[in-house]
């Protein structure tokens, strides 16, 4: 991903751009399927030079006519091409003559018979990116069949077949790709949902669209990089640097049963740079949680005025790994909210904070979509039916940055673009990895890292993080420790 562009965009946006490419700059349409049937055979070329046959499944779309033009240049080029079409809608005038120019090769139009031929790379043109409507018939069939490949790659042009292209979600049914080739601008539901479940290698081409068209439109969604966001927040410390200048982070948290999810936060912390790092937890862990990483202090606090003079010292707090939803843990988390720090929001504070809604503008929310049904009052499955509009909704609710945490974290601020990571991996689907993202983003905070700032360099790391332990050790089998020494790598920029 690091060769795509940053920005994503709507459908509707990728439509009125497309609309002014060949209103205001005299390119036609039959040009721009021209160039997608030659970016498609390059990606071809490039991801599978063996190939020799190509299947084409083409619906009656412009879709389809960016498949036809890929045939026409693939027999041209000396490729075995077969192209079978599907749908009873006509053709447009560009797709009818990318059809013409693919009869005139003496090549014939197959009818989907219920079964696909044998072929070295099966190519989704089918449905294009303005599907809003759930997928059936011959179409639905079709792609079903297409699931059912496991040897022969499928690359999919534009979007796989049936997945919206602004949530993510397949309607009904969707191609799941090897890779995808995106045009002009990137589609935002690529990221979103079950995008990356589908999607597979996204590869992109402009189309040679003007960048400055581009410009004209501001995007939906910007991804975040440790390049954009954080190359002069991460710079190289002054030599004269001491820990007094990089704050002191303080985690609340780690109720009976649970001292472990503070401890990891805490160390997550420190690694990405805080100057000091308390951990404010039961007394019966006070003295435990530190042995085997003794730079981190360490307060028993059962009396809740026992934490005024550790939040006196601090610069930022990260609230909730551990906390519990007990009288102590309610206590803890209003006393925080009472100090009016820059802090994380996280795990058990934000269950508590459901019950009791606030909004403020001095925190960082960092809610898994059961959290962000709960703080919403609606189900998991509303959250991820559309992550985009219910991160906006969060933001909207309880004020300060929203972190949407899952495949592809989104980050809210109640402004455009949101930002987005694509950064992570399923092996981080393990106990703990909460903890060390909300360490991570407190101890950005404590120093003094502004809080949209703490919150995209925060989750771009903690991604990073865990492909970097994926790399080494593999997905299976990740636990969030295995993450920390991957931290300090990339807070330093060394990767």
């Known amino acids: 991903m690091l060769n795509l562009p940053h920005d994503l965009f709507s459908a509707e946006q990728i439509s009125e751009i497309d609309r002014l490419v060949i209103e205001q700059h005299n390119v036609s349409t039959a040009t721009l399927m021209s160039r997608a049937g030659k970016a498609a055979l390059s990606t ?51 797709t009818t003559a990318a059809r013409d120019g693919y009869l005139a090769t003496g090549s014939e139009i197959q009818s989907f018979e219920g079964t696909l031929p044998s072929t070295d790379v099966v190519v989704d043109a089918l449905l294009g990116t303005g599907l809003n409507r759930e997928v059936t018939g011959d179409f639905k069939t079709i792609i079903e069949e297409i699931n059912k490949i496991t040897r022969t790659p499928v690359l999919s042009i534009d ?28 589609n935002k539901g690529l990221f979103l949902g079950e995008g990356p479940n589908h999607s597979g290698v996204i590869c992109f081409d402009s189309l040679q669209v003007p960048t400055a068209i581009l410009k004209e439109f501001t995007p939906i969604a910007r991804r975040v990089s440790l390049e954009n966001d954080a190359a002069q927040l991460l710079a190289p410390r002054q030599r004269t640097g001491h820990k007094g200048l990089y704050g002191h982070l303080l985690i609340i948290g780690g109720d009976h049963g649970m001292p472990g999810a503070a401890r990891v936060a805490a160390e997550a912390g420190a690694r990405v740079g805080a100057g000091l790092t308390s951990i404010a937890t039961r007394a019966d862990h006070g003295h435990t949680l530190n042995l085997t990483r003794p730079e981190l202090m360490c307060y028993g606090v059962d009396d809740i005025k026992d934490l005024a003079p550790l939040i006196e010292r601090a610069n930022a707090l990260t609230v909730g790994p551990g906390l519990g939803q007990t009288e102590w843990g309610e206590g803890l988390f209003q006393a925080a909210i009472d100090a009016n720090l820059p802090m994380v929001v996280d795990a058990d504070a934000l269950n508590i904070l459901s019950k009791n809604p606030q909004r403020h503008d001095n925190w960082v929310l960092t809610p898994h979509p059961g959290e962000a ?32 945490k899952g495949s592809c974290s989104l980050i809210n601020n109640g402004e455009v673009p949101t930002r987005l990571s694509a950064w992570g991996n399923p092996g981080m689907a393990s106990g703990g ?60 920029l060394i990767y």
């Open 159 to 186: 979007i796989p077949s049936g997945l919206h292209a602004d949530t993510g979600n397949p309607q009904n049914i969707a191609v799941k790709a090897t890779n995808t080739l995106n045009f002009i601008g990137l």
């Open 44 to 94: 071809i070329r490039n991801h599978w030079p063996q190939a020799e046959r190509i299947l084409i499944l083409c619906g009656t779309g412009k879709n389809g006519g960016d498949g036809l033009e890929l045939a026409n240049q693939a027999i041209a080029d000396g490729y075995r091409v077969a192209v079978i079409q599907v749908g009873d809608d006509p053709l447009g005038p560009e």
């Open 433 to 492: 990895m909460g903890d060390v993202l909300a360490g991570v983003i407190g101890g950005l905070l404590a120093q003094g890292f502004p809080l949209m700032d703490a919150a995209c360099v925060g989750v771009t790391l903690h991604g990073m993080a865990g492909d970097k332990a994926a790399e080494k050790d593999g997905e299976r089998g990740m636990l969030a420790m295995d993450l920390i020494p991957h931290l300090r790598h990339l807070a330093n």
């Open 373 to 404: 049904a709960r703080l919403l009052g609606c189900s998991s499955a509303e959250i991820e039916a559309d992550r985009f509009k219910a991160a906006q909704e969060l933001q909207k609710r309880y004020g300060g940055i929203i972190v949407l």
